[in-house]
């Protein structure tokens, strides 16, 4: 089997119903679909509501824009001095060499993108290397896309040496779906290729559900940690994906159990014709006071959102502080029962 790219290839996988054909061909001209076999076989079809179909099959909906959304939610482009660079915080940049993907996801933040622009030319990335290079106060170079991972062993190690010969870049870290979408395309080269770095190398994985973590991927993940490299999680909060404190729960010790340490829960962002997939605020705040105090410390992200514009991610809760009317502090417990705390000295 090969990775389902059409409505058609769909409906002959048995993924979507050939009533269905018909109305996805506009959402497939727009927008890129990609099903991986991995990832294929995790869905169960007979299961309207299934939760890893709802994050890959398209949908009619996604060309239902709401007037909050937005084609570059979190400002990429305007913090993107050269292309392929994307410069919000000084001390770290984004990297992305290419906009291709092994899966494509339905509420992707850089849908308008991904999967429909060409990879960095050579003299583009010339450029975007130099950007770092000129920059003394960069830190970290975080390599995402699309999905850097899907460059073959020999074009990441050649980009890996050249963020090697740049001495004030310390750390790089890769952004990363391949080892859930396509865990065999995780081969020891290139593993090696990531791990031939002399920076530090970290490596976040993206997954939505527990069920992404099959043992395929976790072994993927097993061979990236052997190697030296430390891995953390980033999962989105998507409205009938993962939005239930079990669902959650699950998911965040699936990340500990293969050691990578859950990093980001993000809000989902006001990506286009992706509405069905947000929930509030406050819905995202009370999962996650349902995992504090129910779950080992080790598996609790933080709840982050990335403040639409291009403004930065913040973590957003919940507050477990808050006064009363005396002005005296007070921290609730995972109970949701209040203690006063006395000033400071
Ligand atoms: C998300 C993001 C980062 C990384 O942020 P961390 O909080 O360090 O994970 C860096 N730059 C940009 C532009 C981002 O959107
Ligand atoms: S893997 Fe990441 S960049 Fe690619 S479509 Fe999914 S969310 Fe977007």
Known sequence: MKTLRTPAALAAAGLIGPERLAPLAAVAARYAIAIT?????????????????????????????????????????AFSPVAGIVHRYADRV?????????????????????????????????????????????????????????????????????????????????????????????????VRSLASSSQTV??????????????????ACARIIDAGLPMVSQTVLLAGVNDDPETLAALMRAF???RIKPYYLHHPDL?????????????????????????SGLAQPTYVLD?????????????YLSHDEDGRTLAEDPMGRRHPYPPAP
């Open 37 to 77: 076999p991995a990832v294929a076989e995790l869905i169960d079809p007979t299961d309207p509501a299934d939760p890893i179909a709802r994050q890959f099959t398209p949908h009619p909906a996604e060309l239902e824009a709401d007037p909050v959304e937005m084609a570059d939610p979190i400002g990429d482009d």
């Open 256 to 258: 500990v159990e293969t």
């Open 94 to 190: 984004l990297l992305k060499p290419t906009h291709t993907c092994a899966v494509y996801c339905r509420f992707c933040f850089r849908r308008e993108r991904v999967g429909r622009q060409g990879p960095l030319t050579g003299d583009e990335l010339d450029a975007a290397l130099a950007y770092i290079a000129a920059r003394l106060q960069i830190w970290e170079v975080i390599v995402t896309g699309g999905d850097p991972l899907v460059l073959s062993a020999r074009r990441l190690a050649a980009l890996i040496r050249r963020l090697a010969a740049i001495a004030h870049v310390k750390v790089v870290r890769f952004h990363t779906r391949l080892p859930v979408a396509d865990p065999a395309a995780v081969t020891p080269a290139l």
């Open 202 to 219: 970290w490596v976040a994985l993206h997954a939505n559900h527990p069920r992404e973590l099959t043992p395929a991927a976790r072994a």
């Open 307 to 319: 403040i639409p514009g291009g403004f930065g991610k913040v973590p957003v809760g919940p507050v």
């Open 271 to 295: 990506a286009p014709g992706a509405g069905a997939f947000r929930s509030g605020l406050g819905e995202g705040q009370a999962l996650m006071r349902r995992l504090r105090g129910r779950l």
